[in-house]
C-alpha cells in the first residue's frame, strides 16, 4: 500500500505497531513485516472532508485522533472550517469513543500535540502554554517569560521537567532551545542543525532526544546534559518526523 507523506507517527504499547497518519485515514502497520494490518477511517457526524493531523495510542485498543473539517451546511458557499477536534477511537470496531472536544477554539493558539505518557494535550500561545487531559477534563497552563515568539514545534519530557521547542517565530535559529519547566528558563540549545527542525522527540526513558531536520539529518541527543550522540544520514530530502520505539531500541523516520 503506497501511502502520501505523512506528518506523524505513533508505536504501540508493545512496539509491534505503528500508526501512521495519511490524510483521511490512520493505517496501522505491522512491524515486524511492514504489512498494514488494518486502515481506520475516522468520520465525525456533521463534518465533512475530516484531516487527521496525528494519531496516537492511548491504549492498547484505543487512539487518540487530533483532526479537523468542514462543517455540514445546507447554506450555498464554502463550509466553515471546524476548529481543532479532539477524540478517541476505537481501533477494533473503527468508531468513535466517548465525545468529540474542541481545542483552540478562541484563536492565535498553535498545533496541539498530544503526550501519552503524560497523557496531556499541550497547547501553545504567545509564551504560554495550555495542557489538557482528555480523560480527567484537566488542565493548567504554564508560562516561559524568557520566550518572546511562539514556537512552533515543541515536545516534553515524559516526566514533564523539561521543554524543548523550535521554529520560534521571528528567531533566525534553526538550533532548539530546552526550557527547565520547574523554573520556566532557558537552559541550553541543540546547536548544529543546518535547516529548520521539523520534528522532536524524547524517548520514553527521557534520556534521549530525536531531532528531524530540513538538512536531510536525523540527530540523537542526550538528557539532560544535552550532548549529541550520533547524527544520522541516509535520507534523499528534508526529515520531517522521528521516533523512538517504546523500548528505545529504534528510530522511525
Known amino acids: 500500500m503506497a501511502l502520501s507523506y505523512s506528518p506523524a507517527g505513533a508505536f504501540s504499547p508493545d512496539s509491534s505497531t505503528l500508526a501512521v497518519v495519511s490524510e483521511d485515514k490512520v493505517v496501522l502497520m505491522n512491524l515486524s513485516d511492514a504489512s498494514v494490518r488494518k486502515v481506520l477511517r475516522p468520520r465525525i457526524e456533521s463534518v465533512t472532508d475530516l484531516q487527521v493531523q ?16 468542514l462543517v455540514k451546511t445546507k447554506e450555498k458557499g464554502v463550509p466553515p472550517r471546524t476548529p481543532e477536534l479532539a477524540f478517541q477511537w476505537y481501533i477494533d470496531q473503527d468508531a468513535l469513543f466517548g465525545k468529540v472536544n474542541a481545542v483552540g477554539n478562541s484563536g492565535g493558539f498553535g498545533a496541539p500535540r498530544y503526550f501519552p505518557k503524560l497523557e496531556y494535550l499541550a497547547l501553545s500561545k504567545d509564551n504560554n502554554f495550555d495542557f489538557w487531559n482528555p480523560n480527567s477534563g484537566r488542565g493548567g497552563r504554564v508560562t516561559i517569560p524568557d520566550l518572546t515568539h511562539r514556537p512552533n514545534l515543541f515536545t516534553i519530557s515524559p516526566d514533564g521537567h523539561w521543554l524543548v521547542v523550535a521554529q520560534i517565530e521571528a528567531s533566525g535559529a534553526p538550533d532548539p532551545v530546552v526550557i527547565r519547566l520547574s523554573e520556566h528558563k532557558l537552559v541550553e540549545s541543540l546547536a548544529g542543525h543546518q535547516g529548520t527542525v521539523l520534528g522532536i522527540a524524547f ?11 530540513e538538512d536531510g539529518k536525523v540527530r540523537i541527543w542526550s538528557a539532560p546534559d544535552w550532548k549529541l550522540l550520533e547524527t544520522l544520514s541516509g535520507h534523499q530530502g528534508p526529515v520531517h518526523w522521528a521516533e523512538f520505539s517504546p523500548d528505545g531500541a529504534w528510530v522511525a523516520s
Open 54 to 69: 496525528s494519531a496516537n495510542f492511548i491504549s492498547p485498543t484505543r487512539l487518540f485522533l487530533l483532526a479537523s473539517g
Open 203 to 213: 524517548s520514553r526513558d527521557g534520556k534521549r532526544v530525536v531531532t528531524a531536520c
